[in-house]
């Protein structure tokens, strides 16, 4: 969201602009799936009505007096942001056939909403665990209301972070998703892709290989031919990026290679015009002595 602010509209935000191709040339790219839009919009509706009584019930009960219906309040209303654009837009844009160029500022905003109340939901219920923990665990002490609060202002803080700091997610009917990539820019060739495709899987192969090492180390003792490999292992996962970048992907390796041979051809140049200025300082004196 800070770039939407930054740069004062989608189109201006680099690998988001939507000008190259008209509005209705862009709606070519969706597929219409009402199957799926209305269902999804329907439920969305259903259960923002089936929140809305939850929550007076809390309020009405006085149930809201305990730190843990505080947390379910706040829940409760993520979810409700969560689910307007997870269900109700969702299924309005999959009815229709939309991706993201068709309302990019619209989807912008509200991928960010999505992401960020996604995100936020998932450590408002890590806090609820926590705070159930606290209550059952430490009755006896006063832990509960300050570690419920604290908790509380964390998530929201962190909802905020994530709305601001982190790219949203897009639209697209195609996909049924609300992927990172707003699909606006023209698609890289196949063999491009292959080529990252093929950098990733080197990269994630050795982390993962090195990941499922160490985890198996903490319960069982390899033999010394496992353990050699996840040391290697270990070693070229934070060496082999290099080494790929340098090796697979064009643009670092043609600007490596300019950058490296143009070093070289200064030393030469610098070489040849200092073997130049020796010959003629030699011939000079020579000249001074043969007078």
Request: a neutral charge.
């Amino acid at each position: 969201m800070n770039r939407l602010i930054h740069y004062g509209s989608t189109d201006a935000i680099p690998f988001y602009n939507c000008s190259w191709e008209p509005e209705s040339e862009w709606w070519q790219n969706g597929v219409q799936r009402p199957l799926l839009g209305y269902p999804i919009t329907v439920f969305g509706i259903f259960i923002e009505l089936l929140y809305i009584p939850i929550v007076w019930i809390i309020f009405k009960t006085k149930l809201i007096r305990h730190t843990c219906y505080k947390t379910i309040v706040l829940l409760a209303a993520t979810d409700m942001c969560a689910i307007s654009c997870s269900c109700i837009i969702t299924g309005i844009l999959l009815i229709q056939g939309a991706v993201f160029c068709a309302y990019p500022t619209f989807i912008y905003i509200c991928g960010g909403i999505a992401l960020c109340t996604w995100c936020g939901a998932c450590a408002i219920t890590l806090s609820l665990f926590l705070n159930r923990i606290v209550s059952i665990g430490f009755r006896d002490y006063a832990f509960e209301k300050p570690i419920a609060y604290t908790t509380m202002i964390l998530s929201v803080v962190y909802m905020f972070y994530i709305s601001f700091f982190t790219t949203p997610a897009c639209f697209n009917s195609l996909i049924m998703a609300w992927p990172s990539d707003p699909l606006s820019e023209k698609e890289p060739s196949e063999e491009a892709s292959n080529y990252i495709f093929i950098q990733c899987c080197i990269i994630c192969f050795f982390n993962s290989c090195t990941a499922i090492f160490y985890n198996v180390l903490a319960f069982i003792t390899p033999s010394p031919a496992i353990l050699v490999f996840g040391q290697l292992c270990w070693s070229i996962n934070h060496g082999c990026p290099a080494l790929i970048y340098v090796t697979l992907n064009d643009t670092i390796r043609r600007e490596f290679k300019k950058l490296i041979f143009r070093s070289s051809t200064n030393k030469v140049e610098e070489g040849t015009s200092g073997n130049r200025a020796s010959v003629s300082r030699n011939s000079i004196f020579e000249y001074f002595v043969k007078l």
